[in-house]
């Protein structure tokens, strides 16, 4: 079984500092990672994923993810905040050998910038 | 452009009443998903499709139905079997070509709310 898990319900940063917002997951075999962001009342929006090679990946609007074999973590991360930054923010995963199995989502992290 | 489009984008269904939520895509993707999200719950599926003419159940299909007629289209009914069906719900689509391909586009999203 596929799942993820986001072990922040919200995370508060103050505008200009470093985020990171955490995922972990647990498939079979190598994994397919994904981050995307939600405004409001709004559908989600793409902003990186990682298949393979190397473990740190950069996306949209300046966001890096780094993939951690060892930790089963996929944590977004950002040098410095901005107010327009916050949003909720979905990791998603599926195996990478599956036939296609849908994308299993965490329950989200809401990023509060606050300037 | 391109892309995938909900509607409508708020619905208002009476106890007892089938509505029909719509999604259409003209980014020639092979699959397309049906998600619902609630607070605090993130997005759990309901029904996907991979080819016309053919879908699988998700995690909560029961009280919902679909179709897939058309390449482009996989309208959701949600029926009245359908016990708490006020959400938002989400349509998303991908290519099946490889990984370097895969990618949910998610649509705008529509409110469902029982009124």
């Known amino acids: 079984a596929q799942s993820v898990a986001q072990p922040e319900d919200q995370v508060n940063v103050a505008e200009g500092n470093p985020l990171t917002v955490k995922c972990t997951y647990s498939?079979?075999?190598?994994?397919?990672l994904f981050w995307y962001v939600q405004y409001p009342n709004r559908g989600l929006q793409f902003l990186l994923k990682?298949?393979?090679?190397?473990?740190l990946v950069k996306g949209s609007y300046g966001f890096e993810a780094e993939f951690n074999k060892s930790q089963t973590s996929f944590h977004l991360k950002k040098p410095s905040a901005l107010v327009s930054d916050s949003a909720l923010y979905f990791c998603?995963?599926?195996?990478?050998?599956?036939?296609?199995?849908?994308?299993?989502f965490g329950k989200g992290t809401r990023l509060s910038v606050i300037a | 452009d391109g892309g995938i489009t909900q509607s409508p984008k708020y619905l208002f269904r009476k106890e007892g009443q089938n509505v029909t939520l719509s999604c259409e895509q003209n980014?020639?993707?092979?699959?397309m998903y049906w998600y619902r999200q609630d607070p605090g719950q993130g997005l759990r599926l309901i029904y996907y499709?991979?080819?016309?003419?053919?879908?699988q159940k998700g995690d909560i299909a029961e009280g919902y139905s679909v179709s897939r007629e058309k390449k482009e289209s996989f309208p959701l009914t949600v029926t009245s079997a359908q016990k708490n069906p006020t959400a938002f719900y989400l349509c998303?689509?991908?290519?099946?070509?490889?990984?370097?391909?895969?990618?949910?586009?998610f649509g705008s999203g529509t409110r469902l709310t029982v009124v």
């Open positions: 998303a689509s991908t290519p099946l070509t490889g990984p370097g391909d895969y990618r949910y586009t």
């Open positions: 498939v079979s075999g190598n994994p397919y």
């Open positions: 990682y298949i393979t090679g190397d473990n």
């Open positions: 998603a995963v599926r195996a990478l050998n599956s036939g296609n199995t849908p994308l299993v």
């Open positions: 980014l020639n993707h092979d699959a």
């Open positions: 499709s991979q080819i016309v003419n053919d879908f």
